[in-house]
């Protein structure tokens, strides 16, 4: 598998120039399997960007994993290029619901007056699926979703092919239920996706002193996600989900942070980058 960063921001897009080198577009990852699946976690504004390049060589399928319905998670559906093409299958996954479908509550955004034409209007075969709670097959790729710590409902993934695995655990805040230095891990929100994964890739948002005032919102400061991502025996730790205020000297100093926290007990530790492409394996990074 093949990861690449489109989107890392969280909350809100913040383009400019304080934020050039670590990016402003909000959540989206691209990862494509060894035998050309295509599969997309999140459908922030980096989806945009994306989807224009995945027109100049447009596959018939495409894979939408949507952890959650927040704006900043799916905004970016209604301008990627895909859905207005007519030779393409798009398959959007998201958390279940007892009270509405998937494809109803992501229509009530993609509506007037909050959006000028509604979803049904693009040519593509578009397909809605509740994720499994579990396993399932998306060409070769085994992906697993299970529910996680944040206001609504909320999925984190595992996406595994030939042994590597990437786990996206974004918008989760494990920290609200669980003593993460002591709770035994099985019993933390994330530790079945994130147990041994090559790559976590996971919501690092706040530091220690912003997390204070912001207990219960959702996210997680990047003490805990240190914590989190060692007891997970992660290989490399991907910060993520930036948050809005923090530019790229303030994410200088997060990464800085992060990596003497972590010691030796990470394989690598960084935050993640637009543009960034990883081949998900021990220490593949580039």
Not at 58 to 81: C, K, N, Q, S, Y
Not at 143 to 167: D, K, N
Not at 249 to 262: G, K, L, N, P, S
Request: hydrophobic share 40%.
């Amino acid at each position: 598998m093949r990861a690449t960063i489109w989107g890392c921001r969280g909350s809100i897009a913040t383009p400019g120039p304080a934020t050039l080198r670590y990016g402003g577009n909000t959540s989206c990852v691209e990862v494509r399997s060894a035998a050309g699946d295509v599969l997309i976690l999140d459908a922030g504004t980096g989806l945009r960007p994306l989807g224009v390049e995945l027109m100049r060589d447009l596959p018939a399928r495409i894979d939408v994993l949507l952890t959650h319905l927040h704006v900043d998670h799916l905004e970016g559906l209604g301008f990627f290029a895909p859905l207005w093409a007519s030779d393409v299958e798009l398959h959007i996954w998201g958390p279940r619901s007892t009270v509405r479908p998937l494809s109803h509550r992501i229509e009530h955004y993609f509506s007037p007056p909050l959006f000028p034409v509604g979803l049904g209007e693009g040519t593509a075969r578009l397909e809605f699926h509740d994720a499994p709670e579990g396993e399932w097959m998306i060409g070769g790729v085994r992906v697993t979703s299970q529910p996680i710590l944040h206001p609504g409902a909320t999925v984190g993934y595992r996406l595994e092919e030939q042994g590597r695995s990437l786990a996206y655990v974004t918008d989760h805040e494990p920290a609200l239920a669980s003593d993460l230095a002591t709770t035994p891990f099985g019993w933390v929100s994330g530790a079945a996706l994130a147990f041994g994964a090559d790559v976590l890739i996971h919501d690092a948002q706040y530091t220690a002193e912003e997390y204070g005032t912001k207990v219960g919102w959702g996210h997680s400061s990047v003490d805990q996600v240190v914590t989190f991502a060692t007891r997970a025996k992660a290989d490399q730790l991907l910060l993520f989900h930036h948050d809005p205020s923090h530019d790229d000297d303030a994410m200088d100093a997060i990464v800085a942070h992060a990596r003497e926290t972590a010691g030796g007990a990470l394989g690598r530790c960084a935050a993640a980058t637009e543009g960034v492409t990883l081949d998900i394996g021990p220490s593949s990074w580039r």
